[in-house]
């Protein structure tokens, strides 16, 4: 199985979900857990190497061909980081993905470069939204969750906005993220499990 994670929009928190999504996965039991770095700037593997976590695999994979070894290869879940741009290194990885997660943020602004993500989803492939960095109790992201549920976009999770996720490598993984992720990750690999 391979979850992907993907927004064509830079900054929305894909590398910082990828993370947390590998680290809940291994806490639950996954084995093995690879996380594939498609992202040619390497920020989850440079994640990775300043703060290793227990029970995961780093395969840095920035290519169409090397992210598609690299998700065809383990017997285990796959969490894959993508780039921003490089949309073939994107399609690539969302061809093969078992189940998509979309982070985004809360805002109007947002909708357009989620939906032109979504457009890439291949037919029959789960996907939903996780709003990252959000700021709980405000009208944008009610509006933010609102509009997706309009759209009949299911939201997998809102990620409030936090010092201790924002510190990236620099501190520890936070407990708080953790849970949320694992929620996050139950909810991605539910329809699967169903078949
Ligand atoms: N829940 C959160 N609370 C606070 N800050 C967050 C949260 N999630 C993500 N961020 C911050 O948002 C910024 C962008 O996150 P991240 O690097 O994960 O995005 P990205 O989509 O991978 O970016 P790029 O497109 O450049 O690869 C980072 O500074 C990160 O620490
Ligand atoms: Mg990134």
């Known amino acids: ?11 929305v ?12 996965a291994a806490e639950r039991g996954y084995d093995p857990v690879v ?5 040619r700037q390497a920020s989850s593997a440079e994640w990775f190497e300043a703060r290793p976590i227990e029970g995961v695999a780093v395969v840095e994979a920035p290519s169409e061909r090397t992210v598609a070894k690299a998700m065809e ?10 780039p921003p741009g490089d949309e073939r290194i994107v399609r690539a990885a969302l061809e093969r993905a078992s189940a998509i ?3 985004t943020r809360a805002g109007g602004v947002e909708f357009s470069r989620v939906v ?5 989803v291949p037919a029959g492939v789960p996907a939903g939204v996780v709003v990252c960095a959000a700021r709980l109790g405000t009208h944008d992201l009610d509006q933010t969750v609102q509009w997706w549920e309009g ?4 939201v ?4 409030p906005e936090r010092v201790s996720i924002a510190a990236g490598p620099e501190g520890r993984i936070s407990r708080e993220g953790l849970d949320l992720y694992g929620e996050i990750l139950t909810r991605a690999l539910r329809r699967r499990a169903r078949g």
Request: hydrophobic residues 45%.
């Open 1 to 11: 199985m391979n979850l992907v994670v993907s927004n064509v929009k830079g900054g």
């Open 13 to 24: 928190g894909k590398t910082t979900s990828t993370i947390y999504l590998a680290a809940a």
């Open 35 to 39: 996380l594939v770095d498609a992202d």
């Open 73 to 82: 290869r383990h017997d285990g879940l796959g969490v894959v980081d993508t």
């Open 101 to 103: 997660v979309i982070p």
């Open 116 to 120: 032109a993500t979504l457009e890439m």
């Open 151 to 154: 759209q009949r976009v299911p």
């Open 156 to 159: 997998w999770g809102i990620v």
